[in-house]
């Protein structure tokens, strides 16, 4: 059963063959038996999922299945769960038992979906590497039997550990700078970030407010559609929620490519992109091509600046958005403060990790008396100048394809010294969150035996489109459903 | 030297709307701590902002009532500190582009001059929770149900020279809030809160001095006397040639003293930045005609009314205007009483000292205004004397009856009008009385002679039992001695 | 750009967490870099161009004033690091 996709568990349970207890049962056992050797999952909410499991059986029984009811996944542990410690990868949250659901958490609930438990990731999502997560580092999946242990990529590298481990079909997810798409690509599974808005951001522990965006990972691009059937719609509690009608996501996954106009942006083809790197991209888009899509390169002159733009405004907003993290209502507080400033500056330093305290500086300083037009004033027209680059493009093109990441999936601990180094990791996709468009990012080959992700870029609110491509490449490849070994 | 005072005024006003500015938590006063402070307000991770459509509403009848500009678009900043009762580590806030834009007051001063104070701007905020600072082991307590509720914060212009313009401007604007009913006005609550800007600088200069600010002073009394004393303050300060320090100061009314707040340098970098949780926010010209049509009568309407329609003088207009309840009290009692005049009296006199004297708003009152009306019809048709009217008002007050004419009944306060009755009961009284009517006519002084006459009403008021109208006994003795 | 020890240790502070003398050091150093990254922005043409704090070109919903929260005081508390008779104690704050 674990090899599964959603739809075909979905349509077991459908058909009877199997209950969602006898399934949950299933996927609970691999679990806990198999994540010793990843270390995706932050908990595991084996009584919970029971109980759901034996809702969603009689929520069958009565005649209102869902798609979703009965089918196990797991979420991202950024997302507020209620009942179920909700710890962003932090030891700052370490204890925290929100006694309240995120709206995705709600809508997967309703759904009738069974979760499984919460899935590792960087602390407050800050990472690419899935290292500075409080709970230890993720393993991916892949290379580990050749002895190396390589990181999944980050922040949600937990979820695409879990799903391409098989130990659970689909996993949500969140990116602010590349957090979906980059681990999906080490990984070798499908994972999207749909456009900003679409899904709402309450209960979603903030990282930075304009940039983050929670979505999707499964191994093919129909779960993905799935998934994001329950995730997308409106949200009153979210001010930046868009009122826009939702699609059904998996009505438009078999419409032809024919006449589907590619563009190649050539600043994401240099030489920071491996020629082994290159070449699979490059045949990925032949792909495209023989399904009768035309391809043409495009310009994204400004999206070098994207980096520097990102590196302003995602600290600057997380250095507010963590402010609340103070030891007074919930989450850590220090041994014996001396007085305020002692329980404030030590429940910080000891709650927040090296990486969440270094961005924290960061913005904190880009915010700064004298500094603020420098930086943030500078990074918000940067910003601009880069949307507007990306709305040219789309005046010529459908969509946008480029590698997700500059390299596979690397060593543990190789970059972990360098911040920089590591923040370079997203170089491909960060201009998509400054720009706030949906990308996807699709396995689509390997290179040393590691999976090759490339990226797919669409208009706003674009998501059918891009899960329809996805979708039509994996009807003519089968790069999505390699196990590792 | 001679110095001129320079006062600018910040106010915060609480608005009254039912709820919070970002949450759907009720903002009722008084409630148990923190059961009004649900997730937003608490800043649970992963909560959002969405703003109160009332708030905005307030601010622009606000903006609309102070002939301010009104900003079409609007938005929100955060102004990052940390404080205990501020759960966000940030306020939600507008600086770049508030609500309303520069407008004025007229403001009515004791010598009859009009004095215009501009309003810079005002702008919508999050108001925070409180610190409790009674001892729980060594720690403070922290209510977080104030935390969240709307505010707009008005900034004047530097406009005021003296403790009693500032206060008749802060007393005007008490009185706009309340009449347009975006605010309850109950200083002692909160609900009102200044800052004062004070600086000095030589009589006739044009360059302003360094100012300080004196924070949160929430009665009128208490910020007449804490500008008094920082100008004295700066005054002593500048005339032994030292320099002011710009710098937060806290009044101390019990003590007449002030303090400067612990200077923390870092802490004024507020890093401002602006929201990204929340939008910007559109005000279109549907939402301003709609604020408009809600507009009630305005105090400075309301006073020329007063003298038109009751014929009121300017102090008195001025005084039964300013507060929408004491206003709506007195046209109530006018209705029923008839004479205005006296029930304007009445109003100023007897209620607002009883008032005081408890420590209750208008609101608060035990009588309604048409029972004030019902006592004044009795008083200008001589039914009871003034002595016997305030037993009324004592026994309405206290509740005792609610009904004026069956209190004036059940206490025998009807006065004996009756000319026939009350010249018998002054016959018997001065036959039995032969010397000092004697006395009375042998003095000469005309003004020993009024003297004397009050030796009759004693005896006379105890013959009627109380109830004859003393100017008639009056009128009658005198003719009955003789002159 | 490089940034000095006196503000990283007042960032410090404005971000309310505490460094010692050896994580000033190596702050120094990553900030450092992180900044010289940042410093790429001043090279962009931004004369005319407006900020834009947001992807989307939306406008703010506003909410209507109705009371939809209830009292949940004890779920709240039950997770807060300390209270009593239903406050958040703190250590001691002075004015």
Known sequence: MHNKSVAELSRELESGKISSVELTRQFLDRLKQEDGKYNSFITITEEQALAEAKAADEMRAAGKATAWTGVPFAHKDIFCTNGVRTTCGSK???????????????????????????????????????????????????????GQKRVPGGS???????????????????????????????????????????????????????????????????DNALML??????????????????????????????????????????????????????????????????????????????????????????????????GVRYGYRCEDPKDLMDMYTRTRAEGFGAEVKRRILVGTYALSHGYYDAYYLKAQKVRRLIQQDFANAFKEVDVLMSPTSPSPAFIQGEKTNDPVTMYLEDIFTIAINLAGLPAMSVPAGFVDGLPVGLQIIGDYFAEARLLNAAHQFQQVTDWHQREPK | MQWDIVIGLEIHVQLATKTKIFSGSSTAYGAEPNTQANAVDLAMPGTLPVPNENAFRYAVMFGLAVNAEIGRRSMFERKNYFYPDLPKGYQTTQ?????????????????????????????????????????????????????????????????????????????????????????????????????VNISLKPKGSDQLGTRTETKNLNSFRFMEQAIAHEVERQMDILEDGGRIIQETRLYNGDRDESRSMRTKEEANDYRYFPCPDLLPVVIDDDFIEDARSRLPELPDARKARFKE??????????LLSGDAKLAAFFEEAAAHGKDAKLAANWIQGEFSARLKAEDKSVAESPITGAQLGDLVVRIADNTVSSAGAKKVFEALWTGENDNVDAIIDAKGLKQVSDT??????????????????????????????????GGFMGPLMKASKGQGNPKLFNEILVKKLGG | MSISREDIEKVAVLARIKVDDEQVSALEKDLGNILDLVDQLSAADTDSVEPMAHPLDAVQRLRPDEVTETNQREAFQAIAPATEDGLYLVPKVIE
């Open chain 1, 229 to 326: 059937n329950v995730m997308a719609g409106f949200d009153p509690k979210d001010s930046t929620s868009i009122d826009r009608e939702v699609p059904d996501y998996t009505a438009t996954l078999n419409e032809p490519l024919k006449g589907l106009k590619i563009g190649l942006p050539k600043e994401y083809f240099t030489d920071q992109l491996s020629p082994a790197m290159e070449e699979q991209v490059r045949n990925a888009v032949k792909e495209y091509e023989k399904l009768g899509a035309t391809v043409k390169e495009v310009s994204l002159p400004n999206a070098k600046l994207a980096i520097a733009a990102y590196y302003v405004i995602a600290p600057a907003e997380a250095s507010a958005n963590l402010s609340r993290f103070d």
């Open chain 2, 309 to 318: 329609q009751y014929g009121l003088n300017d102090y008195d207009a001025g």
């Open chain 2, 95 to 195: 600086l770049e582009q508030p609500i309303v834009g520069p407008g004025y007051v007229d403001v009515d001063l004791a010598n009859g001059e009009t004095k215009r104070v501009r309003i810079h701007h005002a702008h919508l905020e999050e108001d925070a929770g409180k610190s409790l600072h009674e001892d729980y082991h060594g720690m403070s307590g922290i209510d977080l149900n104030r935390a969240g509720t709307p505010l707009i914060e008005v900034v004047t212009e530097p406009d005021m020279n003296s403790a009693e313009e500032a206060v008749a401007f802060a007393k005007k604007l008490h009185s706009l809030v309340t009449s347009l009913g975006i605010c309850d006005g109950d200083m002692s609550q909160g609900s009102m809160r200044f800052d």
């Open chain 1, 92 to 146: 700052m949250l370490e204890n925290f038992v929100p006694p309240y659901d995120a709206t995705v958490t709600a809508r997967f609930r309703q759904a009738g979906a069974v979760c499984l438990g919460k899935t590792n990731m960087d602390e407050f999502a800050m990472g690419s590497s899935n290292e500075s997560s409080y709970f230890g580092a993720v393993t991916n999946p892949w290379g580990l039997s050749s």
């Open chain 2, 420 to 453: 026939g009755a009350l010249e018998a009961m002054v016959d018997e009284v001065l036959a039995g009385m032969p010397d000092q009517v004697a006395q009375y006519q042998n003095e000469e002084d005309p003004k020993k002679r009024k003297k004397m006459l």
């Open chain 1, 156 to 222: 949600s590298g937990g979820s695409a550990a879990a799903v391409a481990a098989r130990l659970v079909p689909a996993a949500t997810a969140t990116d602010t700078g590349g957090s979906i798409r980059q681990p999906a690509a080490l990984c070798g599974v499908t994972g999207l970030k749909p456009t900003y808005g679409r899904v709402s951001r309450y209960g979603m522990i903030a990282f930075a407010s304009s940039l983050d965006q929670g979505g999707t990972i499964a191994r093919s691009a129909e």
